[in-house]
């Protein structure tokens, strides 16, 4: 117990010079990174909130990292078809005939207004 504390706990670090740690893992970021591109992994989940068969909140999550040859590889794709991540891709089918649709029926609307005008008695007479 009369040993002085720097005797028990051995040689303190120099701060003069670079301190040693233990040798870097097998491979560098580098190294990970391409590896990861080259096999690629793909994180994909759906959460959904229903109360009594009522869909409320909708949440999808897709995580791709990988190349994109890599991607096309494994089948996936889906950024090429889907509208919101590509602009060039045409509107969903549904959208469009809603659209003209409503067009068609605003149309109606307005024939059958002007149709009944005359029809309808003024108040003057």
Not at 10 to 30: E, F
Not at 58 to 80: F, N, P, Q, Y
Not at 88 to 104: S, V
Request: charged share 35%; no cysteine; glycine share 6%.
């Amino acid at each position: 117990m009369t040993d002085p504390l720097a005797s028990r706990l051995g040689p303190l670090p120099s701060r003069a010079g670079p301190a040693s740690y233990p040798p870097a893992s097998s491979g560098s970021l580098a190294d990970i990174l391409e590896r990861v591109l080259d096999k690629g992994i793909v994180i994909a989940g759906d959460i959904r909130i229903n109360l009594l068969d009522i869909e409320l909140l909708t949440v999808k999550l897709r995580i791709l990292i990988a190349s994109v040859d890599k991607a096309k590889e494994m089948g996936i794709d889906w950024w090429e078809h889907d509208p919101s991540l590509s602009s060039g891709h045409a509107r969903d089918p549904l959208e469009q005939e809603n659209r003209r649709l409503r067009a068609e029926l605003e149309e109606l609307r307005r024939e059958r207004t002007d149709a009944d005008a005359p029809r309808r008695p003024s108040r003057d007479a």
